[in-house]
């Protein structure tokens, strides 16, 4: 699959002479968007090989893994089965959108405690899961394991290699790990955490092959799903301007970054930069329930 790179135009980007493309990966489907998409691709191959009916993975509140999750499976015909972050949703998922969504395509809940979510890579804690669930598939949080990172690896084609710097926002690391396999030797490849935390780069280190790639970890304000007012402002900006809806969790904060870097002069004029829009917009209607209970702007859709 090829996606179409989308030229942006903005008063700055011309003022600074940087060519900045975006990757329309948001675009592949509206519900298993962008990087969810791919890294489920190969392990959905993989399931069926192995004869699975069921997948089973793990997420918080506003995952864009187990909305995807719960729809390939839908479309696929696997169960699924999801792990929540949370044991107070348990009560009240179904004013959660992104839930709400998983559930109407079939995914089945289980919720636990945030101190019993960490054991969620424990031998004995899927043990306990494949007891109550069956012979299921278990897909890692994030969907991020070697089978998604080849999957990602795809993201990038051979017409990509004209940019000079790849972009693109990171949770559990897979994606940014893909593209930096594939990234060209001439390219560096910036990722830009949506989470606060030092173990990502150790942790992408595992399944990368080069060293030409970097985060930038200025730019999660303040931590996973927290938001403030000049993000959302940014956010409903580059939309007006560019026609380009961003998602606040992920590749709003990369956009707010990279503008952020090119104000400060970061890339020379004539740098061009090609940036993932890994999409993640089924993240907004949640954001905007939480943003309208706070007083804060709502972000336009
Ligand atoms: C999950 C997600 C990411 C982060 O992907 P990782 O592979 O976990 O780093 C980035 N953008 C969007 C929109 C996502 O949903």
């Not at 791919?38 to 506003?62: I, M, P, S, V």
């Not at 030092?198 to 999660?220: A, M, Q, S």
Request: with cysteine; charged share 25%; hydrophobic share 40%.
């Amino acid at each position: 699959m090829n996606i179409p790179n989308e030229h942006i135009d903005m008063p700055l980007l011309r003022e600074k002479g940087v060519e900045l493309y975006l990757k329309r990966e948001d675009t592949i489907h509206p519900l298993i968007s962008g990087n969810k998409y791919r890294k489920l691709k190969h392990n959905l191959l993989e399931a069926k090989k192995a004869g699975k009916k069921t997948l089973l993975t793990f997420g918080g509140a506003f995952s864009n893994h187990i909305a995807a999750t719960a729809y390939a499976g839908h479309e696929q015909e696997l169960k699924t089965v999801g792990v929540i972050r949370g044991e107070e949703l348990q009560d009240n998922w179904q004013d959660n959108s992104t839930l709400t969504l998983a559930h109407e395509h079939g995914m089945q809940f289980h919720f636990v405690s945030r101190t019993d979510y960490r054991l969620k890579n424990e031998a004995s804690f899927l043990q306990k899961l494949k007891e109550t669930y069956g012979d299921v598939y278990v897909l890692p949080e994030g969907g991020t394991n070697a089978l998604a990172i080849k999957g990602c690896e795809e993201i990038l084609t051979e017409e990509d290699t004209v940019f000079d710097y790849i972009c693109c926002a990171v949770g559990t690391g897979g994606t940014v790990a893909g593209l930096i396999n594939a990234a060209q030797p001439h390219q560096t490849v910036l990722g830009f955490p949506a989470l606060k935390g030092d173990f990502l780069t150790e942790e992408i280190r595992t399944f990368v092959h080069n060293d030409r790639w970097k985060l930038v970890t200025d730019y999660h304000f303040g931590g996973y799903a927290k938001v403030d007012q000049p993000l959302i402002d940014f956010i409903n900006l580059f939309k007006d301007k560019t026609g380009v809806p961003l998602d606040p969790i992920y590749t709003g904060k990369m956009l707010f970054g990279i503008f952020d870097l090119v104000k400060k002069d970061v890339f020379a004029p004539g740098t061009q930069i090609l940036a993932i829009h890994t999409g993640g917009l089924q993240g907004i209607k949640g954001m905007n329930r939480i943003l309208k209970k706070k007083n804060l702007p709502l972000l336009n859709v």
